[in-house]
C-alpha cells in the first residue's frame, strides 16, 4: 500500500482513497512548561508590581491632601493667647475644666477674642430690703387768731378739753373721747373768767353734753405761774390744738417730749389789755412718750397780769 502525500490540513491521502489523519510524534519543548494561554511579558509578577504602583499614587495623594489642609487654617492673631490666659493648648470642645463636654464647639460671643470663653453676667446682689427708720422726735409749732366760734366736736376728733365755768363745772371733756391729753397743774392759783373773746362749743362734752358758745375760760397770775399739761405720742405725727391768751402779760409756751431734747418756746405778749391766739403744734414721739406743754407768766405788766387757758383738741 502506498501512501499518498499530506494536504494542507494535516490528513494524508492512502491507498484506495481512504483518509486517515496525520499523527505527529511528540517531542520535548521547553515551551510544554508554559501555563496554558500565558503570554510572554504578562505573567502574574507584572499584575502585582502594577498594584503596588497604584498603591503608592493614592498614599501621595492622601499626604498631598493633608498638607494642604494644614496650610489653608487661618491663622492666630498676633499676640493673641490661642487658648486664653492660663489654659495652656486646650481648644474648644476638648475635655478641660469648665468644658466637659467632648468634640462640641463653644458658641461664637460677638466682641470676643477667637477662643477666649464669654464671662457670664455678675449675679445681682439682693438689695436688702429698707427697715422703719426709728422714730425721730420733732415738734414745730405755729401761732394764729383764734376764729370766732371753735367748734371742739369737729376739730378734736381724737380728744379735746374745755376749761372753764360752765353750768357750775370747771372742766369738761370729749365723750367717748381717747383721754391722752391730761391735765398736770402747774404752779399758782387758778381762777375763771366768763370775758373771752371768743366763743367755744361743742355736741359730745361730758358732763356738759351740749353748748353752742361759751366765752368761759381757767387763768392764772404772777409770774412763773401757770399750766402744766401733756398729750401722749404714738409713734406717728400727731397734731394739737391749744387755745389760749393773755391779760396785761408776756406769756411763754414752752414745748418738749418727755425723752428729753431740746424746748421749743414761742411767746405772745399784750401789755394794755387781753390777746388770744390758736397755736398749732405738731409732734412725733414714740408710745409712752409724752409732749409737754407749759404755759406760764414770763413778765407781768400789771398787779395781776395773768394767762389764760380755754381749751385743747387733739387730732
Known amino acids: 500500500m502506498v501512501e499518498g502525500e499530506r494536504n494542507g490540513s494535516g490528513v494524508r491521502r492512502v491507498a484506495g482513497g481512504r483518509r486517515r489523519p496525520a499523527v505527529t510524534p511528540r517531542a520535548a519543548s521547553p515551551a510544554s512548561h508554559r501555563s496554558v494561554g500565558a503570554t510572554p511579558g504578562r505573567g502574574p509578577h507584572r499584575r502585582s508590581g502594577t498594584h ?3 498603591g ?27 487658648a486664653g490666659p492660663g489654659v495652656g493648648g486646650e481648644r474648644p470642645g476638648a475635655a478641660f475644666p469648665g468644658n466637659p463636654t467632648i468634640g462640641v464647639a463653644a458658641p461664637a460671643s460677638p466682641g470676643l477674642r477667637p477662643r477666649q470663653r464669654p464671662t457670664r ?29 371753735v367748734d371742739l366736736t369737729a376739730v378734736g376728733g381724737t380728744d379735746w378739753v374745755h376749761w372753764g365755768p360752765v353750768d357750775g363745772v370747771d372742766v369738761v371733756r370729749r365723750r367717748g373721747g381717747s383721754g391722752e391729753i391730761v391735765d ?46 401733756a398729750v401722749a405720742g404714738n409713734g406717728a405725727e400727731r397734731t394739737v390744738l391749744l387755745y389760749a391768751g393773755v391779760w396785761m402779760a408776756r406769756g411763754r409756751l414752752d414745748l418738749r417730749l418727755s425723752s428729753g431734747g431740746p424746748t421749743t418756746s414761742l411767746r405772745l405778749e399784750d401789755p394794755h389789755t387781753s390777746h388770744t391766739a390758736q397755736f398749732t403744734v ?34
Do not use: H, K
Open 121 to 149: 453676667p455678675p449675679t445681682p446682689t439682693p438689695r436688702p430690703t429698707p427697715t422703719a427708720a426709728p422714730t425721730s422726735p420733732a415738734i414745730t409749732v405755729v401761732g394764729a387768731d383764734v376764729p370766732a366760734t
Open 52 to 54: 503596588l504602583l497604584v
Open 282 to 315: 405738731r409732734f412725733r414721739a414714740a408710745a409712752g412718750v409724752r409732749l409737754q406743754i407749759g404755759w406760764t407768766v414770763e413778765e407781768s405788766f400789771t398787779d395781776c397780769g395773768n394767762v389764760g387757758l380755754q381749751a385743747v383738741a387733739l387730732r
Open 184 to 229: 398736770e397743774g402747774g404752779p399758782g392759783q387758778r381762777g375763771g373768767y366768763d370775758a373771752n373773746p371768743e366763743g367755744f362749743g361743742w355736741r359730745d362734752g361730758d358732763p356738759v353734753q351740749r353748748v353752742d358758745s361759751t366765752m368761759a375760760g381757767a387763768n392764772s397770775c404772777g409770774v412763773g405761774n401757770g399750766f402744766r399739761l
Open 56 to 82: 503608592f499614587l493614592v498614599l501621595g495623594c492622601l499626604v498631598a491632601l493633608v498638607s494642604y489642609l494644614g496650610a489653608a487654617r487661618v491663622p492666630e492673631p498676633a499676640g493673641t493667647d490661642p
